[in-house]
């Protein structure tokens, strides 16, 4: 009982903590590219387990996904996750695979810009169609 009574203590610290944050120490604003990204995409992925890289990958990823959709390329895309709890642990497995099928068309692109939310630990990135 008394484990939870300090638990709950820290919590609401934490809270409060979260919420006298100002927009001053908010970190860098929020781009204008993720809700108008022009002719590119902007796509995002949250924490990844296998650290940046492989979150880096996801966001790359998703923003082609997108931006090969709107130049009539044909994506089949499935993801499976297994999750499995025993006792007090839980894991999951996840596996993605993408098929992509272009006919006569090419299709480029570029990462413009990439930015990391401070808040949230989402990193975003921008693709634009390459020249």
Request: aromatic share 6%; hydrophobic share 45%.
């Amino acid at each position: 009982m008394r484990l939870v009574k300090t638990l709950c203590v820290a919590l609401l610290l934490l809270l409060s903590a979260c919420a006298s944050r100002t927009a001053v120490d908010a970190g860098p604003a929020r781009p204008a590219w993720i809700e108008n990204p022009g002719d590119g995409v902007s796509a995002s992925a949250a924490y990844h387990v296998r650290g940046k890289q492989a979150q880096e990958e996801l966001a790359i990823a998703r923003a082609r996904e997108e931006f090969a959709k709107r130049y009539g390329v044909v994506i089949s895309s499935d993801h499976d996750v297994a999750q499995t709890t025993v006792n007090d642990r839980m894991s999951s497995v996840s596996e993605k695979s993408i098929r992509e099928e272009v006919r006569d068309r090419e299709v480029k692109a570029q990462v413009k810009e990439k930015w990391l939310d401070p808040a949230t630990g989402a990193l975003w990135v921008w693709v634009v169609p390459s020249e």
